[in-house]
């Protein structure tokens, strides 16, 4: 008999000792890993500062117009400029906690744990900003030049399953690092983690909006294949969640 392994883990995950060990409600008898945040970055790698840009739109216009959009024009990119709102007003640091070392970002996460790390997947070349695949390094509001790449569409088709990709931009990647949230949350905390992903993903979708961009959240993902690019082990660090964005 087939096993239904979404039931088993959310069964599993359910309060209780496994899903989810007892925490004390005085935050000074935690392990001092719990109040700490982590951060990825890939230090040695080339860098491209992101503007500190903002657009002004209404949000309930925002939200009533918000759609999956599909049909992209090709062969256009998307500006720095534009890229940097989407990532500050999706995922970005906008408040430090100096004495505490904790920051206040876009999205909710669970106990502050932020396990999501967002790779931009540039298709097309812009002015300020090649094609290839990036890393967001949020603390610094910078793109992290993991490696350049002109995209061919079998290259393109070889990361992403569906044809109209071929059209996009670009498509943000979302990973996450589990043990951010499960060193805390045990197995419970991974259904934190995609909860955080969907947060972040609204986010997206209203900024992409705002700028009279395009979007369509992606489950069409060859994760390995991603991974592989990334170089992560799709174990402690794997693909959950992609957007493509385009005009």
């Not at 206040?104 to 502050?112: C, F, K, L, P």
Request: proline content about 4%; aromatic content about 10%.
């Amino acid at each position: 008999m087939d096993i239904d392994f979404s039931k088993v883990f959310h069964q599993s995950s359910q309060d209780g000792s496994k899903g989810h060990p007892p925490i004390s409600e005085d935050s000074n008898d935690w392990p001092e890993a719990w109040k700490v945040q982590n951060f990825k970055a890939y230090s040695r790698f080339p860098k491209i500062p992101l503007p500190d840009e903002k657009v002004q739109a209404d949000f309930c216009d925002l939200v009533s117009q918000r759609r999956s959009r599909r049909d992209y024009g090709g062969e256009q990119s998307i500006s720095l400029n534009e890229l940097a709102v989407i990532l500050k007003y999706s995922c970005g640091i906008f408040s430090h906690d100096v004495e505490g070392g904790l920051s206040g970002r876009a999205q909710h996460s669970a106990g502050g744990r932020f396990p999501i790390e967002i790779y931009p997947f540039v298709l097309v070349s812009g002015k300020d900003m090649p094609s290839g695949w990036y890393h967001y390094d949020v603390m610094n509001h910078q793109l992290e030049v993991v490696r350049g790449h002109i995209f061919e569409k079998a290259d393109i088709q070889n990361l992403f399953r569906f044809e109209w990709i071929n059209n996009a931009s670009m498509v943000l990647v979302m990973t996450a690092i589990f043990e951010r949230n499960q060193m805390k949350y045990g197995e419970r905390g991974y259904r934190y983690i995609l909860l955080e992903a969907g947060h972040i993903g609204q986010n997206i979708h209203l900024a992409v909006e705002a700028l009279g961009l395009k979007c369509c959240a992606l489950g069409g993902t060859r994760d390995r294949n991603i991974e592989k690019a990334l170089d992560i082990d799709g174990v402690n660090e794997s693909v959950v969640y992609a957007f493509s964005i385009g005009r």
